[in-house]
């Protein structure tokens, strides 16, 4: 009986280790807000989910639901709450979030704009996004529409994956409709995955552009007519890529998508147009699952790499003299993570001592990563260029396992009167010239030594003096504490940091460590916070920023994320671009 009841003991003590570890990592991350509805179209007399998630908090509270007229909102009740790991890139985070679900209902036919609300956590403001609501007295489209989605059942954490989303229109009707408009009300919503950049439509495919969840536009491909049962379709198709950055079960609401005609006021006016009217085409929701990459088994030096891969090796030339530049390109192909694992360095590999790297070049692509390296055999006495190894974990087989390319024979002949590069230059050693040489003989003679009262003088200066700065710096605040120096030195750093960042990704790093220095903060205080809800935040507060510099962050936040995810593949930004903003921030009083 002891000995359960001291089991028991354990276990809760090891519950509690485990709350208390989460708490600590959440109480350096800032809370952010998300917000969705679902679905975003409903019948009369139906309702609609109001769905509000805060991550980064241990607490929170909706502070009021805003007033919309022709709007019914259910009672607010408590969040739920769920702790989870999430890994980006091969790094490990834990995360805490609370949801709200709030059913939401229409009295009238109609389009609702539900405004943005606050809700506190952690003692933070935080505002949703405006979220729209369309009523309609019947879903007329069943027949006339077409609405699929494809999308993968279940996943690794970390690997990205596509969505493939059909829409079509009764080509009878085609004629009549000037207004497309797809809802997705779990775009941008779902904690917990991120939306990669969007497959490329050739330019002979595109079929131009229709609105997306009615605030922006989206290209889409013409997909050519298919016949469903008696009808046949004009088919549009777009493909949506995630990577989802923690385990779980996630899930796609009710998608819709809306066909119709809506005519100008002022051709109504004069008699012309049509009628407006539109139809509805619903598509259910689905679920993804997504499995927790393992701790068993991961080697210390994995990549980050998720998928199946497979690389090649091929030299610009195999026939060098000793010193000369061979340009190895190494490319990895396959189904993965193949723009975001980290490539290897082959200047801290074992195997490639008998070589110099000098620098390489990074090509990535949803399909294909290439990276070029720049290397120089030292020796003749080297045969080959040995292969390249990647750490992955392999989506196919559930473990993590080697990549490698083939060895790469070349032949390395002597340079002509040398014995071969070395490793490393010889340290430079001091010499004594002739003008060195001290002709004037030196006196003998002792120095004279300080009189003892002219040592208590200058002891009894130097403690006045050290007491009258100690007072002023309790009035004036001490400029050699260690946040005060931090402050100092954020921008000598950020200068530094940008000059030798080689991504946008190291690029965002070396802000967040500025900002960090400059509030006071930690640099995990500043990933993936929102720079205009923490300035308003501040308005109590004796740091100030002010609103249009919040606002600047806010949208260079925004760029470097674009350049770390999106097309542009880890293209730095321009670094003067980046010191210019940094300055002005920091003249703002941050």
Same mark, same amino acid.
């Given at each position: ?9 354990r276990?809760l ?20 807000i998300?917000?969705?509805?679902d &679905? ?9 989910s ?13 502070? /009021? ?9 259910? +009672? ?6 769920s ?9 490990? %985070? ?20 539900? &405004?943005p609300f ?9 505002v949703?996004r ?6 309609d007295? @019947?879903?007329?489209g ?9 999308a !993968? ?6 690997? +990205?994956f596509?969505?493939?989303?059909r ?30 950049e ?28 298919r016949?469903?049962?008696n009808?046949?379709?004009y ?38 147009? $049509? ?16 499995? &927790? ?7 210390? @030096?994995w ?7 497979? =690389? ?5 030339r195999?026939?060098?003299? /000793? ?20 490539? !290897?360095?082959?200047a801290?590999? @074992? ?25 120089a055999p030292?020796?003749? =006495?080297?045969?080959e ?6 750490q ?5 087989t ?15 002949r ?11 230059? !010889? ?12 002709t ?7 120095p004279?030594? +300080? %009189? ?6 200058? /002891? ?10 100690? /007072? ?23 200068e ?19 900002l960090?220095?400059? %509030? ?10 929102? !720079?205009?809800?923490?300035?308003? $935040? ?12 919040a ?15 999106? &097309? ?23």
């Amino acid at each position: 009986m002891r000995s359960r009841i001291e089991s028991i003991r354990r276990a809760l003590l090891g519950v509690s280790a485990f709350v208390l570890l989460a708490a600590l990592a959440v109480a350096q991350k800032t809370p952010t807000i998300k917000a969705r509805l679902d &679905p975003m179209t409903v019948k009369l007399g139906g309702q609609a989910s109001l769905f509000v998630e805060v991550e980064n908090a241990q607490a929170g509270e909706i502070v /009021a639901l805003p007033t919309v007229e022709g709007l019914r909102f259910g +009672p607010i009740g408590p969040p739920g709450m769920s702790s989870y790991t999430e890994i980006v890139n091969g790094r490990v %985070s834990s995360k805490i979030s609370l949801t709200w679900r709030i059913a939401v209902q229409p009295m009238q036919k109609g389009e609702y704009l539900i &405004p943005p609300f606050t809700v506190r956590a952690d003692g933070r403001d935080l505002v949703t996004r405006e979220l729209r609501l369309l009523a309609d007295e @019947d879903f007329r489209g069943d027949e006339l529409g077409l609405l699929e989605i494809d999308a !993968p059942k279940e996943v690794w954490q970390g690997q +990205p994956f596509t969505l493939e989303i059909r829409m079509g229109i009764e080509t009878g009707i085609q004629g009549r409709l000037n207004r497309y408009d797809l809802a997705l009300p779990w775009l941008g919503e779902l904690g917990g995955l991120v939306e990669l950049e969007d497959l490329p439509i050739p330019s002979n495919r595109s079929a131009g552009k229709i609105l997306l969840n009615s605030r922006q536009e989206l290209e889409v491909e013409g997909f050519g007519t298919r016949k469903v049962g008696n009808a046949n379709f004009y088919v549009l198709r777009v493909r949506k890529r995630f990577l989802a950055t923690r385990p779980g079960s996630f899930t796609f609401p009710t998608s819709h998508f809306e066909f119709g005609h809506r005519g100008d006021g002022f051709s109504r006016l004069l008699g012309g147009g $049509s009628e407006d009217f539109a139809y509805f085409k619903r598509a259910p929701a689905f679920e993804v699952l997504v499995k &927790p990459i393992p701790e068993e088994g991961r080697p210390i @030096d994995w990549s980050g790499g998720i998928g199946t891969f497979e =690389s090649s090796a091929i030299p610009d030339r195999r026939d060098v003299v /000793a010193g000369d530049s061979i340009k190895l390109t190494v490319e990895w192909t396959g189904e993965g993570n193949l723009e975001f694992f980290d490539a !290897p360095d082959l200047a801290r590999l @074992d195997a490639f001592r008998a070589f110099r790297v000098y620098g390489t070049q990074d090509r990535r692509t949803p399909n294909r990563r290439a990276v070029t390296y720049d290397l120089a055999p030292i020796e003749a =006495s080297v045969t080959e260029i040995p292969a390249v190894p990647l750490q992955i974990f392999d989506t196919a087989t559930g473990r993590y396992a080697a990549v490698a390319t083939k060895p790469v024979p070349i032949r390395v002949r002597p340079l002509v009167g040398a014995t071969g590069l070395t490793s490393a230059a !010889p340290a430079a050693t001091t010499t004594v010239d002739l003008r060195d040489i001290q002709t004037r003989a030196e006196d003998d003679a002792p120095p004279a030594a +300080p %009189s003892g009262s002219a040592l208590g003088a200058v /002891a009894a200066a130097i403690l006045a003096g050290w007491l009258a700065l100690r /007072a002023w710096v309790r009035r004036r605040g001490d400029p050699d504490a260690p946040r005060e120096r931090a402050r100092r030195r954020a921008r000598r750093e950020l200068e530094r940091a940008l000059r030798g960042a080689r991504t946008a990704e190291e690029q965002a790093r070396a802000v967040h460590a500025f900002l960090a220095a400059r %509030s006071g903060e930690t640099p995990e205080a500043w990933a993936g916070r929102d !720079p205009v809800a923490w300035a308003r $935040s501040l308005a109590a507060e004796s740091r100030r920023i002010r609103p249009e510099d919040a606002d600047a962050l806010r949208q260079l936040f925004a760029r470097l994320d674009a350049a770390i995810w999106g &097309p542009a593949n880890g293209t730095k930004l321009d670094e003067r671009d980046v010191l210019a903003l940094a300055d002005r921030v920091a003249a703002g009083g941050l």
